[in-house]
C-alpha cells in the first residue's frame, strides 16, 4: 500500500518541493489550498491530475487553518500516515500588520490539525510534521543557535509559531503522538515569495538589468542570515518523520551572510558590479556607471528586527545523516538565472508589445 500524505500549505515554496519529492517516492499526496479570487496553484500546476481520472496519486482540497470543522472532514476523509503542516502566514513584516489573523493561521491552526488527529482517533497511525522556525530565536541568546538554545521571539508571526512549536511538543508527550518540530532556518529558490528579500533582490537586479526598473528599495542591509535551498530542507521534513522516536531538529547551513552580501552575489551572477556609499537609512549602492540602482527605504524596516540567525545543523547531521547540498553561491546563481529568463519574457512583451497580434483573430 502506498503511504498517504496530507500537506497543509501545499501551495506555497515548500509544499511544492515536498509534494513532489513524496509523489516521486510513491506516496499519495493530498494538499489543502485556499480559495482564492484568482488562480493560486502555479507552483504545482506541473502536479495536476483532473479530478476525472481515476486512481488519481494528487488531489487537492479546499480548506483553510482556521476552519476545524474543514479539517476535521478532510483529515476524516484522507486518513493520511503523514500530515506536513507548512500552512502558515509566512511573512514576519506582514504579521506585525495581521497580528490576530496571523496567530489564529499560524498559532491555533497547528492546534486545530493536533486535535482532529484526537478527535478521529489517528494518534497511533498519523505523524505530524510542524514547520517551525529560526525566528522562534529572535534575539538570539547563543550563537550558533541549536535545539536547546532559549527562543525569544521578535514578532507577531515568532509568538504564533512560539504557540505552535510548544503545542506540537506537549501532544507528543501528553498523547504519545508522533510529532516532531524541524526548525528550519531560512530557505530559498527560484519559486520563493517575490516579497522576501532573497528573491525580491534576484527580480529586481534581473529587471534592472534589461532597463525594466530603475532601482531595488530595501530595508535594513545589515541583517545576517543562514540561507540554504528548499529543495534540500524539505529532504529533511520527510526524514524527521521516518524515525523511530519523533524529535525536534535544527535545519541550516551553518555559514552566515548579510543582505548586502546576498545583493553583492546577485549582481556578480548578472554581471554587475555595485558600489556601496553611505550607513543606514543613506545608503545606496550605484553600478558602475555611477546610477543609483539600490536604495534604502526605512518603510522596510520592522518594529522589532531580528538582526542575526546563524543554525547548528549537526544533530541533524549526526542522527539523520543530512547536510546542505547547495552552496550560497549555487543558490543565488539558480535564482538569478530564473528571474533573469522571466525578466527576458518581460522585456520581448515591452519591446513587441501586445499590439503585435490581432486580438480578433
Ligand atoms: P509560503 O508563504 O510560500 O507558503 C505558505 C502556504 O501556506 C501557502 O500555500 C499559503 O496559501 C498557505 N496558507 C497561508 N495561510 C493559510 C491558511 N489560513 N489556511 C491554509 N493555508 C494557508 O511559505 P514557505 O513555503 O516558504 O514556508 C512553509 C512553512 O515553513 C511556513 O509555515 C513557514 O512559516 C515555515 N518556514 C519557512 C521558512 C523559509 O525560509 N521558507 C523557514 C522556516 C519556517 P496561498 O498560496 O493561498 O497563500
Ligand atoms: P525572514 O525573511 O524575515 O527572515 O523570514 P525575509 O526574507 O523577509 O527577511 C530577511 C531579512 O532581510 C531583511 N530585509 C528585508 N526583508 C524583506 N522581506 N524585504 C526587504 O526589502 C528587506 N530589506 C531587508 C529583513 O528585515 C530580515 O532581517 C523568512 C520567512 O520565510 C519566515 O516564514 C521564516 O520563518 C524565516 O524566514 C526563517
Not at 513524496?22 to 499526496?29: F, Q
Not at 517575490?194 to 527580480?203: C, L
Not at 528599495?217 to 542570515?225: E, K
Amino acid at each position: 500500500m502506498n503511504k498517504i500524505a496530507l500537506i497543509t500549505g501545499i501551495t506555497g515554496q515548500d509544499g511544492a518541493y515536498l509534494a513532489d519529492f513524496l509523489l516521486k517516492k510513491g506516496y499519495v499526496v493530498h494538499g489543502i489550498k485556499r480559495r482564492a479570487s484568482l488562480f493560486n496553484t502555479d507552483r504545482i500546476d506541473n502536479l495536476y491530475q483532473d479530478p476525472h481520472v481515476s486512481n488519481r496519486n494528487f488531489v487537492l482540497h479546499y480548506g483553510d487553518l482556521t476552519d476545524s470543522t474543514n479539517l476535521i472532514r478532510i483529515i476524516q476523509k484522507v486518513q493520511p500516515d503523514e500530515v506536513y503542516n507548512l500552512a502558515a502566514m509566512s511573512h514576519v513584516a506582514v504579521s506585525f500588520d495581521t497580528p490576530e489573523y496571523t496567530a489564529n493561521a499560524d498559532g491555533i491552526g497547528t492546534l486545530r490539525i493536533l486535535e482532529a488527529i484526537r478527535i478521529l482517533g489517528l494518534e497511533k497511525k498519523t505523524r505530524f510534521y510542524q514547520a517551525s522556525t529560526s525566528e522562534l530565536f529572535g534575539l538570539v541568546q547563543e550563537t550558533p543557535q541549536k535545539e536547546t538554545t532559549p527562543f525569544y521571539p521578535r514578532s507577531p508571526y515568532a509568538v504564533a509559531k512560539l504557540y505552535a512549536y510548544w503545542i506540537t511538543v506537549n501532544y507528543r508527550e501528553a498523547y504519545g503522538l508522533y510529532a516532531c518540530n524541524g526548525i528550519l532556518f531560512n530557505h530559498e529558490s527560484p519559486v520563493r515569495g517575490e516579497t522576501f528579500v532573497t528573491r525580491k533582490i534576484t527580480r529586481a537586479l534581473s529587471r534592472i538589468k534589461l532597463g525594466l526598473q530603475d532601482c531595488l528599495y530595501l530595508g535594513n542591509m545589515d541583517s545576517l542570515r543562514d540561507w540554504g535551498h528548499a529543495a534540500d530542507y524539505i529532504e529533511m521534513q520527510w526524514l524527521m518523520l521516518q524515525q523511530e522516536q519523533p524529535e525536534d531538529f535544527v535545519i541550516a547551513t551553518g555559514v552566515q551572510y548579510s543582505v548586502r552580501d546576498f545583493v553583492n552575489a546577485a549582481a556578480k551572477e548578472l554581471g554587475m558590479q555595485i558600489t556601496w556609499q553611505g550607513k543606514g537609512i543613506d545608503e545606496t549602492g550605484t553600478d558602475r556607471s555611477g546610477r543609483i540602482i539600490v536604495k534604502v527605504d526605512p518603510r522596510y524596516f520592522r518594529p522589532t528586527e531580528v538582526e542575526t540567525l546563524l543554525g547548528d545543523p549537526t544533530k541533524a547531521k549526526e542522527k539523520l545523516g543530512w547536510t546542505p547540498k547547495t552552496s550560497f553561491e549555487d543558490l543565488v546563481a539558480e535564482m538569478v538565472r530564473e528571474d533573469l529568463k522571466s525578466a527576458e519574457r518581460d522585456e520581448l512583451v515591452k519591446k513587441h508589445g501586445f499590439a503585435a497580434y490581432d486580438y480578433h483573430e
